[in-house]
């Protein structure tokens, strides 16, 4: 297909290393997030055949500054990004409402919406109160965007700032990292880099309002430095990843309380020292933990007991590039995509439903600073 002016620029193509957007109808459409912020960078598409594993190039899906962190509306073909800036305290982030097509993956930019704080890095989409929530890394704040019925975002509802620092010459002040809503849709749990702590704030469903719970934090170790944290499917378990020094923590959860179960670490002992937490996700059947450690850049998986939420290493793989940033489980659960920031790439892991393990496949796409992944489906 001949690369035309609206379809991307020759600087686009040249900046991010992938093709032009093709129109092909079928598969997955995989949105990447990045750290682009000069001209001809953005969001990159691509195509997932679920069948095979084969990734195809699309090319830039949407010029916008430092989308770093993607939601895909679950139904609707749809995506919220943010735009990292503000990182300074001087100027509040912004959340940026796409719409899809399904056709070539291009995006088009529905509306806009303050973040309510500085450099937004983590958004949780949540259909049933109609809410996206935004953690703003570089002033510490958790803020409530409602949806509007044309599925852009309204105004803050709700912000709360997470308060705390810790020894790292990176935690001289609160730093929201990763949020998330428990299963009841009760209380809202905050990763903070900065403030080594898990924020717990109670959510009100109909208002969006955040107001602190009662404990309203739980603390790690000073320079822990927490960064994501995901539910268990059953919503029995909390799994807490720390950036800082790489460790998984397992809490039991009950009606917003947080117990300490297991702490583990997810990097080798010999890299513990250069290595960094990534990301982690568990399988939509609730049996494996998967995470990533930035420095000795490999994927680790974990088995999942079911009775206790303790975790098994069962597999340590690596990722197929330099930083594994974030990742994702496609849809289908058979593959495994990874962003790595410093080598540029997202590299395509099969992953086996059945044994929870990982498979490195031939499958990889240039995308110049990736650091997330999010799925459309073809039924989207």
Request: glycine share 10%; charged share 20%; net charge positive.
């Amino acid at each position: 297909m001949p690369i035309t002016r609206r379809a991307v620029t020759a600087a686009a193509l040249s900046m991010l290393a992938a093709p032009a957007l093709a129109k092909s109808p079928r598969g997955t459409l995989v949105y990447v997030g990045t750290q682009g912020a000069e001209a001809g960078q953005g969001v990159v598409a691509a195509r997932l055949d679920p069948r095979t594993g084969r990734l195809t190039p699309l090319g830039l899906a949407a010029e916008t500054v430092r989308p770093t962190w993607l939601a895909a509306h679950p139904v609707k073909p749809l995506l919220y990004a943010v735009s990292e800036i503000g990182n300074d305290g001087k100027s509040q982030g912004e959340v940026r409402t796409f719409r899809a097509d399904r056709a070539t993956g291009k995006l088009i930019l529905a509306g806009i919406a303050a973040s309510g704080g500085g450099g937004p890095t983590h958004l949780a989409l949540d259909l049933p109160t109609a809410t996206v929530l935004a953690a703003n890394f570089g002033t510490g704040q958790v803020a409530a965007l409602p949806i509007l019925s044309d599925d852009t975002l309204a105004p803050v509802a709700s912000v709360v700032a997470d308060q705390g620092s810790g020894p790292n010459p990176r935690q001289k002040g609160p730093h929201a990292h990763g949020v998330v809503l428990d299963p009841t849709r009760r209380f809202v749990l905050v990763a903070d880099l900065g403030a080594d702590k898990v924020f717990v704030y109670r959510f009100d469903k109909t208002t969006r309002a955040l107001t602190p719970a009662e404990p309203a934090t739980e603390a790690l170790p000073p320079g822990s430095g927490p960064r994501h944290l995901v539910f268990h499917p059953d919503g029995r378990f909390v799994f807490v990843l720390s950036e800082l020094i790489p460790e998984i923590r397992v809490y039991g959860w009950n009606a917003g309380r947080l117990a300490l179960v297991q702490t583990l670490p997810v990097a080798s002992a010999d890299k513990a020292a250069v290595a960094r937490g990534g990301e982690i996700a568990v399988s939509a059947d609730g049996r494996f933990v998967y995470a990533s450690a930035r420095g000795e850049d490999v994927i680790v998986t974990y088995a999942v007991d079911g009775r206790s939420g303790r975790l098994t290493e069962i597999q340590r793989l690596a990722s197929g590039g330099q930083s594994p940033w974030s990742f994702a489980i496609d849809p289908s659960g058979r593959w495994l995509l990874v962003a790595h920031q410093v080598s540029g790439t997202v590299a395509v892991l099969k992953r086996a439903p059945r044994t929870g393990k990982l498979a490195l496949t031939d499958q990889s796409l240039a995308v110049a600073k990736a650091t997330s992944i999010a799925y459309l489906t073809a039924q989207h």
